[in-house]
């Protein structure tokens, strides 16, 4: 069976383009993510269309990584909160101190309840930078964390 999800974030992992609004799944296999233009033309008359509404669709396993401060930061601006620059961390010798941390926690938590909804409640640090560490560090320590990682 052949399904199309467009209108959603999803999450394609892919450094030049980290999110996607639609894919195409055959028999269970994502085949391709892409724009909802381009993946409805892949559409057939036995093809299921499913409308995502703008939520997330992420690999079971989540990686902490740079992209996660791109998704929050690309939320922040479409919310117009304020201007950010490409790196919004300030540092003080090795330790960086987030000018926004609080803005930065308040999408963390609402895309956190978005990972536990779709029942992913573990998350792989891969490719954790000082920055993401940091991060994830304070919110532990504030006791934010509700997934394991």
Known sequence: MQQIFINGQIYTQAEDVPFADAMLV???VVVLAGTNEEILQMKTEDTEVIDLKNQYVYPTFFGLNENIFEKIEIELKNANKFSLDKNTADKIGDYEVFSHFDAYK???LKLQETLISR???????????????NFFKKLSEGGFLKIDV
């Open 26 to 28: 055959n028999e269970g």
């Open 119 to 133: 029942g992913i409640t573990t998350v792989q640090e891969m490719g954790i930078t000082k920055r993401s560490f």
């Open 106 to 108: 308040k999408e963390f």
